[in-house]
């Protein structure tokens, strides 16, 4: 079997779990070494060029290198009839779940504003916030979203809700769902995580309008897509005061452009799009069950839906 490797980032972190977990596999990695197109079994892609996919005529399935399949997507010319596998693994979930509490804790705790009393040398104690209460709302209850719900769940937030396409059925989590619970789980949310994909549905989803919607003085996470939030309108929501302050780490261009006005706003925390980095060690055995799986007849799990963009 004949894995082609595609991406920016080195093989060598790959080499060894690949080696462990997928031993009758031989690695090629584009760019580099040599394979004949029709030789090519199985693809592990992450920011592939536009085109080069449907390059390998007998390719079996493509295993995305990340959780977002948004940029992916736009490449006109995607092979439309094989498996196109998204990443869900352990480590990923973790890294995730792991990022947004810091951040909820950060805000929940008045750490952006201890912040800039340092700054003024002022000591002011600020008023705590009761975990009971505190209104945290998940946009996307996926794979990370639940994740990150059962552990603020097991921090002692207990007013936590989620809003998807589908109604969920979890417990102690208020599920929100479809447009029109939209306004209903923004008006009801003080610390607002995003963890949606990017699709032509949810591109630009926060906007002057919805902003509007969240309560005076929220919170923004935002872990799981730039396009998501229209940039200016949330610069004037930060601005204003109406949103106390963002937490970010993805953006319409990234990296994110020297003269945008994000850097400059005290209440804007920046991330480089680190929020959850992939881990090969955890997500190889889901890419070898992944290969088991379509070796045997069967279709691997997270297969990305090309209808519903994610
Ligand atoms: P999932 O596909 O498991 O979950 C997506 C969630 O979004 C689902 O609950 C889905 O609803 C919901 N959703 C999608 N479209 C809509 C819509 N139009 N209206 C309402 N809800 C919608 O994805 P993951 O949780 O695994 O990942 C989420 C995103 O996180 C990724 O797409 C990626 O962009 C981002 N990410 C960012 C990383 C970073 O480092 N910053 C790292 C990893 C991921 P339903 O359940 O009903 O289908
Ligand atoms: C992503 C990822 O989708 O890194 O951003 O997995």
Redesign the pocket.
């Known amino acids: 079997m004949n894995i082609l490797y595609i991406s920016v980032d080195p093989i060598a972190p790959w080499q060894k779990p690949l080696r462990r977990h997928i031993p009758d596999a031989d690695i090629f990695v584009w760019g580099t070494d040599d394979i004949d197109e029709s030789d090519v079994d199985y693809i592990l892609a992450w920011n592939p060029p536009k085109g080069l996919l449907n390059t390998f005529p007998k390719a079996k399935a493509i295993f995305v290198l990340?959780?977002?399949?948004?940029a992916l997507l736009q490449d006109p010319d995607l092979p439309k009839s094989i498996p196109i596998v998204?990443l869900?693994d352990p480590g990923?979930t973790r890294?995730?779940t792991e990022?947004v509490m810091y951040w909820v804790l950060h805000f929940h705790r008045h750490m952006h504003t201890y912040a800039l009393q340092q700054a003024a040398h002022q000591w002011i104690a600020q008023t705590p916030h009761n975990a009971e209460k505190h209104r945290v709302g998940i946009?996307?209850?996926?794979?990370?979203?639940q994740d990150a719900a059962h552990a603020l769940m097991m921090m002692g937030f207990e007013s936590i809700a989620?809003?998807?396409?589908?109604r969920?059925d979890l417990p102690s989590i208020e599920s929100f769902?479809?447009?029109d619970e939209l306004d209903a789980f923004l008006a009801r949310t003080e610390i607002l995580v995003c963890?949606?994909?990017?699709?032509t549905?949810?591109q630009g989803l926060l906007n002057a309008d919805t902003l509007a919607k969240l309560p005076q003085g929220a919170f923004i996470i935002n872990?799981?897509?730039g396009g998501l939030i229209v940039e200016d309108d949330l610069t004037q929501a930060l601005q204003s005061g109406h949103i106390q302050a963002a937490a970010l780490?993805?953006f319409n261009t990234e990296p994110l452009p020297k003269d945008h006005v994000f850097w400059t706003l005290d209440n804007v925390f920046i991330t480089p799009?680190?929020?959850?980095?992939t881990d090969p060690a955890c997500a190889t055995p889901v890419i070898a069950d992944g290969i088991q799986a379509i070796e045997h007849g069967d279709l691997p799990d997270n297969v990305v839906d090309l209808d519903?963009g994610?």
């Open positions: 990340g959780a977002g399949v948004d998204r869900v990923l890294g995730m990022h946009l996307g209850l996926g794979e990370l979203g989620g809003w998807s396409r589908s969920k769902a479809g447009p963890l949606l994909p990017q699709t549905e949810t872990s799981g897509r780490d993805v799009h680190i929020a959850s980095i519903k994610y």
